[in-house]
C-alpha cells in the first residue's frame, strides 16, 4: 500500500531542491574567480601546445619504450592534477602537449622531467654578493666559505621541536654569503653545432658534457670556476641529467643563490607520497613527503649525523629548498620541502614527485596557440540540438499530458539550471573541461530525464484505469514509478562508471557527464517533479480531465466500471 497524502510535504522537496540551487550559485557567483563561465574543451576553444624534445646524454635518439613511459606518467600527473581535457601525444621522438586555454605554464609543468635527490650543501654564494665583488675586486681569488662554517640559526632554548616533527626551522632557509671564487680562469668553451657538423642530438649531448664537466668537478679550483661564472637567468643545459654520484654547483629555483653540493644521498624514486600542506604556523604552502623504508632509514641516519648543516632538496639540477637541520628524523616520518610555494605551485610539484621521475629529460619548445578542432560553429550546432531535443520532448509532453506537461517543462527547466552551475563548479575546482563529447552526455541526459517523467505518469494513468481518481492514482503510482525509476537509473549510471573507467579520452568525458545526468535525474524527479505532480493532484483546477488530458483513461475507468456491474449482473441471474 502507499502512504497517504497525508504524509506527504511537497513545499519541503521543492524547499530543499531550492536550497540545493541557491548554494551552487552561491558557490559560482562568490567564490573563486566569480566567473559564471563553463571551462570548454579544445575542441571547442582551442588551447596551447609545447612540444617536449627529449635530451639524452649521449646525443642518441630515445627509445620508443621511453617515450611512453613519459607518456604514461604525464597522463598520470594530468589525471592527479584534474586537468580534463588534456592530450598527451608522442610524435616521432617528441611529446606533445596540448592543455586547454592560454596557460602554458600548466604544459610545461606536466613536461617537468622532475629528477628529485637530496644532497648536503658544503658551500653557498648569493648571486648578487658575488656580482658585486667581482666588480669591486676582480682579481681577488678566494676561497669558497663552506656551508658548514656558517653560524645555523639556533635551536629554542626550551628544546620544543619544530611543527610536524620537521627536523628544519619553520622559515624559509637563508643562504651565508661567501667571498667569490676567482674570475681567472677561462670559462668551458660553448657549444658550437654548426661548426663541426654535428646534428642537433650531438649537440645537446656536447652541451651536457660540457656543463658536467665544468660543475661537477671534483677539483675545488673548477668547482670555484664553476661557481664564478654559473648564469642562473639562462636556461640550465644540465637540467635532469646531473650525475647523482658527483658533486654539482647548482642555482637555487629562484635564481638568487649557488650552491656547491655533495654527492646525492637519496634519489627521489624513495618517495612514497608527497602531498601539498599549508603551514598555518608560518602561513606558507609546502610539500610534505615520506620516503620508503630504505630512504626513510637513510634519511634518518643522514640528519642525526649532520645537525647544524644544510641539505639541499633539487628538482631537475636546481635547488628548490635547502633548509638546516635542527634534529634527527626518526625513521618514518614525514619531511617536507618549504620555499616560495603558492598553493598552486605546490600541489602541482607535489604531484609531479608522487607519481615519479620521467625517464627522459625533455627541452620544451615556445608554447603555441592551437586554434578549436570544432570550432565556434559545432558548439553553437551542438546548443541548437540540444534545444531542438528539449523543444520536441517538451511538444510531446504537452500534446499526450496537456498541462502535465508543464510540470515537465519546469522540470527541465530547473534541472538545466542545475547541470550548468554543477559544470562551471566543476571546472573551476578540478578542472573539468566540457567537450562536444561531454555536450553529447549532457543532451542524451535530457531524455533519460524525460523517460522518467514518463514512467511515473503512465505509472498514474495504470491506477486511474483501476477506477481511482486523480487524487488518489498520484500517490499510488508514485510508489510504483520509483521503483521503475531507480532501477532503470542504477543501470544507466553503471554502465556510464564502466565506460568511464575503461575509456580513454573524450569518451571519458561523454560518460561523466552521463553519469552527471544520471544523478540529477533521480534529484529533480524527487525533489521537484513528485512534489509539482502530488500539489496539482490536489488542486480543483489541474484535477479537470480537461486540464491534465486524463480524460480518457477516465473514460475506460468507467468503461470498465459498467462492464463490470454488467458481468456481475449476469452471473447472480
Known amino acids: 500500500m502507499a502512504p497517504s497524502t497525508g504524509t506527504v510535504h511537497p513545499v519541503r522537496y521543492l524547499a530543499l531542491f531550492g536550497v540545493l540551487v541557491v548554494a551552487l550559485y552561491a558557490l559560482v557567483f562568490f567564490t573563486g574567480d566569480k566567473s559564471a563561465t563553463p571551462k570548454l574543451g579544445i575542441d571547442l576553444q582551442g588551447g596551447t601546445r609545447v612540444t617536449l624534445t627529449a635530451r639524452t646524454p649521449d646525443g642518441s635518439a630515445p627509445s620508443q619504450d621511453s617515450l611512453k613511459q613519459a607518456q604514461e606518467i604525464i597522463e598520470t600527473r594530468v589525471n592527479g592534477l584534474g586537468v580534463s581535457g588534456s592530450e598527451v601525444v608522442v610524435d616521432g621522438d617528441n611529446l606533445v602537449i596540448t592543455v586547454p586555454g592560454d596557460d602554458s605554464a600548466q604544459a610545461r609543468s606536466l613536461g617537468q622531467t622532475a629528477r628529485l635527490y637530496i644532497r648536503p650543501v658544503t658551500g653557498s654564494i ?27 640559526p639556533e635551536v629554542p632554548a626550551d628544546g620544543t621541536q619544530t611543527p610536524q616533527n620537521r627536523p628544519f626551522l619553520a622559515q624559509d632557509p637563508t643562504t651565508p654569503e661567501a667571498t667569490p671564487a676567482p674570475e681567472t680562469t677561462t670559462p668551458a668553451p660553448p657549444v658550437d653545432a654548426s661548426s663541426d657538423g654535428t646534428d642537433e642530438g650531438d649537440a645537446a649531448a656536447a ?57 646525492s644521498i637519496i634519489d627521489g624514486q624513495e618517495i612514497a607520497d608527497a602531498s601539498s600542506v599549508f603551514n598555518s604556523q608560518q602561513s606558507r604552502h609546502e610539500i610534505s613527503l615520506s620516503f620508503k623504508t630504505t630512504g626513510s632509514n637513510t634519511w634518518a641516519e643522514f640528519t642525526s649525523a649532520n ?19 635542527q634534529g634527527a628524523t626518526p625513521a ?15 600541489k602541482e610539484l607535489a604531484n ?3 607519481y615519479g621521475s620521467l625517464p627522459l629529460s625533455f627541452a620544451a619548445s615556445e608554447a603555441e596557440t592551437v586554434s578549436a578542432t570544432l570550432g565556434l560553429a559545432s558548439l553553437q550546432a551542438a546548443l541548437i540540438a540540444g534545444a531542438v ?38 571546472g573551476r575546482y578540478i578542472g573539468f573541461t566540457l567537450d562536444l563529447a561531454g555536450m553529447a552526455g549532457l543532451i542524451i541526459g535530457i531524455g533519460m530525464t524525460a523517460d522518467s517523467f514518463v514512467v511515473f505518469f503512465e ?32 543501470v544507466s549510471f ?7 573507467v575503461l575509456a580513454v579520452g573524450q569518451v571519458r568525458g561523454f560518460a561523466f557527464t552521463l553519469g552527471l545526468t544520471t544523478i540529477l535525474d533521480v534529484i529533480v524527479v524527487f525533489l521537484v517533479t513528485w512534489p509539482l505532480v502530488s500539489m496539482a493532484s490536489r488542486s480543483a483546477f489541474w484535477s479537470k480531465p480537461s486540464v491534465n488530458g486524463l480524460g480518457a483513461v477516465q473514460e475506460v475507468a468507467r468503461e470498465r466500471k459498467v462492464a463490470a456491474a454488467a458481468s456481475a449482473k449476469e452471473t447472480r441471474a
Open 389 to 426: 531535443g528539449l523543444v520536441l520532448v517538451l511538444l510531446y509532453c504537452l500534446v499526450y499530458y496537456r498541462m502535465l506537461g508543464v510540470l515537465t517543462a519546469l522540470s527541465l527547466i530547473l534541472s538545466g539550471v542545475m547541470v550548468y552551475a554543477i559544470m562551471v563548479l566543476l
Open 207 to 263: 652541451e651536457i658534457a660540457a656543463a658536467r664537466a665544468l660543475r661537477q668537478s671534483s677539483d675545488p679550483t673548477v668547482q670555484q670556476q664553476a661557481v664564478a661564472n654559473l648564469d642562473c637567468s639562462v636556461a640550465d643545459p644540465l637540467r635532469g641529467n646531473d650525475d647523482p654520484t658527483l658533486p654539482l654547483v647548482a642555482c637555487s629555483q629562484d635564481g638568487l643563490n649557488i650552491y656547491l653540493l655533495g654527492p
Open 459 to 490: 505509472r498514474i494513468k495504470d491506477e486511474m484505469r483501476e477506477g481511482r481518481s486523480f487524487r488518489s492514482a498520484v500517490p499510488r503510482g508514485w510508489a510504483r514509478a520509483r521503483r521503475t525509476i531507480l532501477s532503470g537509473n542504477a
Open 126 to 152: 648569493d648571486v648578487a654578493t658575488r656580482d658585486a665583488n667581482r666588480t669591486a675586486t676582480p682579481e681577488a681569488p678566494a676561497a669558497e666559505t663552506p656551508a658548514t662554517d656558517a653560524p645555523a
Open 307 to 325: 645537525i647544524g648543516k644544510q641539505a639541499a632538496f633539487t628538482l631537475d639540477s636546481k635547488v628548490v629548498s635547502a633548509p638546516t637541520i
Open 332 to 346: 618514518g616520518s614525514a619531511t617536507s620541502i618549504t620555499g616560495s610555494f603558492t598553493a598552486e605551485s605546490a
Open 494 to 500: 553503471i554502465a556510464a562508471a564502466v565506460l568511464y
Open 352 to 354: 609531479t614527485l608522487k
